[in-house]
């Protein structure tokens, strides 16, 4: 069992957290929807169809995303997770609110992202407190 499975094993959490194994196969779900819809206005900005700031809250929400798993397990800094992924939920809505004069199905598909990514801070921000 490696030290960041460990690590986050031993930490507090509320008893409404869900079982460790369903982490994988919702963000593989979500992973799929993100590709798809952020591949589809990374290449309508590109093809000039969208203005390229459209794309600003999904490269920002891109690298929120990725930066939570390296600094929960990598520094584990429950804190600085907390913030982090506040910055991934507020990039998510802003990402919606931009791309839905343009394509609107792209701001429906990101519902389930936003629906996981608010239940996650709720989790992370608790998690965060009970383990002062």
């Not at 999904?58 to 910055?87: E, H």
Request: aromatic fraction near 18%; charge should be positive; avoid cysteine.
């Amino acid at each position: 069992m490696n030290t960041e499975y460990t690590w986050y094993q031993q930490l507090i959490k509320p008893s409404w957290a869900p079982p460790s194994f369903l982490f994988g196969p919702v963000w593989t779900v979500l992973y799929i929807l993100i590709a798809f819809s952020f591949g589809k206005v990374f290449l309508m900005a590109f093809q000039k169809q969208i203005p390229m700031i459209v794309i600003l809250p999904f490269v920002l929400n891109l690298i929120f995303n990725f930066a939570f798993t390296p600094i929960q397990f990598g520094l584990k800094n429950n804190l600085l997770a907390s913030i982090d992924i506040l910055f991934v939920l507020i990039t998510i809505i802003w990402a919606m609110i931009v791309i839905y004069p343009h394509m609107r199905w792209i701001a429906y598909i990101q519902i389930p992202y936003l629906l996981w990514v608010s239940f996650a801070s709720v989790l992370q921000i608790t998690i965060t407190l009970l383990n002062k």
